[in-house]
């Protein structure tokens, strides 16, 4: 005899979940457990890039080995994220033994509890379930979803297409796979063809995302995520939709971006619609472009969702405006991720010192130190200004102020991490008081 779930949310915080397994059926499922507080225990010889991120973040515990009975010590749910059935029929049913709710990726059938399909609106969650229908579920919560859309904000649904797909104009062989825009088209061989997406999910904040870009995500049959992608619409994706992992950690682990582009095209080859999910904006230090030229390369046409890029969203979360009436009349935003003395440097930071606007720096942490000695040797003043905004729009913001002679060794002593965005200029100050 089946019965009908009963719905429950569960209030999580500070309490014991148990994930086993550190795939990427658990890098979907871990962003929702952090977010409702819980205090997350992970087990897995083996962690994806973007897991790995959490752990050294301090943001949950893992332990580097295969699941032990003593892992349910404390536990108040389970979630088993691995794809052998045995071991996880072992585990649900130690967890059966002890009462603790068991969540199955494997077989929904066997799990004592399902995790349902969600939308989230700020305070309001909606969880969907579909009778054991991942499908219906999702269908479900989407329309609700776009319901939910239409009453908070009714000019977010309006059809925006200019700027939307790649540049139309664009040079060559790029301009034209980008003019192909959604529909697929067929390869050399005559077979159908799949697309690719460009999409950026903003700066962090899961509901920063464009609502064209959400749209192609929920239709997407493969995404490819980075590691700055917010880690609550992966948890949105359909259960049959492929994960790719392409973090890329800073002075870390990465993917090769060659072997990126070449999952996309391998993807879309198939027939498939692939949604190659970036951090901020594609084409703002996001190597979109080398993407899309791939694509144009093999035939597949490309859609770019542009995104809102954290050089503006994370000084603006801080309270710190770009410009300012009076105060800043200019912005440039630079990447640091190569030292001001390097040969492969393309930044003209003699050139930025002297600039009286607002200076962005993305991806300047590790040379910030060289980065001040350059702006200050260049006539730039040390007493300038400055912020570093770490995670910005997210729970975990952190806001450091100090001045441009000061930053670098205040944003050691406070541990401040990547990612971060770094701001020099008057504009700092301009809201206070």
Not at 281 to 294: K, M, Q, S
């Amino acid at each position: 005899m089946t019965s009908n779930p009963y719905p429950l949310g569960l209030r999580l915080g500070g309490r014991r979940v148990v994930v086993v397994g550190g795939g990427a059926v658990a890098t979907r499922r871990v962003p929702a457990l952090l977010d409702a507080g819980a205090d997350v225990l992970l087990v897995a010889p083996e962690l994806t890039p973007a897991l790995s991120a959490q752990v050294d973040a301090g943001r949950l515990h893992w332990v580097p080995r295969r699941f032990a009975v003593e892992d349910l010590d404390g536990a108040w749910l389970v979630h088993v994220a691995i794809d052998d059935p045995i071991a996880a029929a072992s585990v649900s049913a130690l967890a059966a033994e002890r009462r603790i709710f068991c969540v199955r990726a494997d077989d929904r059938t066997a799990a004592t509890a399902w995790t349902p399909a969600v939308t989230r609106h700020g305070p309001v969650t909606v969880a969907v379930l579909g009778g054991g229908d991942p499908r219906r579920a999702m269908t479900v919560r989407d329309a609700i979803r776009d319901l939910l859309a239409v009453r908070l904000a009714p000019e977010r649904l309006a059809p925006t297409q200019s700027g939307s797909d790649a540049a139309a104009g664009a040079a060559g062989a790029a301009g034209a796979a980008a003019a192909a825009g959604a529909a697929g088209g067929t390869g050399a061989a005559g077979r159908q063809v799949g697309r690719v997406a460009l999409v950026g999910a903003g700066p962090g904040d899961p509901e920063l995302i464009t609502v064209k870009g959400w749209r192609l995500l929920t239709e997407a049959d493969v995404v490819v995520a980075d590691r700055l992608v917010p880690g609550l619409l992966l948890d949105e994706l359909r259960p049959d939709v492929e994960l790719v992992d392409a973090s890329k950690i800073p002075y870390g682990p990465s993917r090769a971006q060659e072997e990126i582009n070449q999952i996309l095209v391998d993807r879309a080859l198939t027939g498939a619609f692939v949604v190659r999910l970036k951090g901020g904006d594609p084409y703002v230090f996001g190597r979109g472009g080398e993407e899309l030229l791939a694509c144009a390369k093999a035939g597949v046409p490309v859609t770019v969702v542009p995104g809102v890029t954290s050089s503006i969203a994370a000084p603006s979360a801080a309270g710190i405006p770009v410009t300012h009436r009076g105060v800043a009349h200019e912005f440039t935003v630079v990447s640091g991720h190569v030292a001001p003395d390097s040969p492969a440097s393309l930044v003209r930071w003699d050139a930025l010192a002297g600039l009286r606007g607002t200076l962005v720096i993305l991806m300047g942490l590790k040379n910030l130190a060289a980065i001040s000695e350059t702006l200050i040797a260049h006539g730039r003043p040390p007493q300038t200004p400055a912020a570093v905004v770490q995670e910005g729009t997210t729970g975990a913001q952190r806001v450091l102020r100090s001045t441009l002679g000061a930053v670098a060794a205040d944003a050691l002593a406070a541990d401040v991490r990547p990612p971060a965005v770094v701001v020099l200029g008057d504009v700092v100050g301009a809201l206070d008081g």
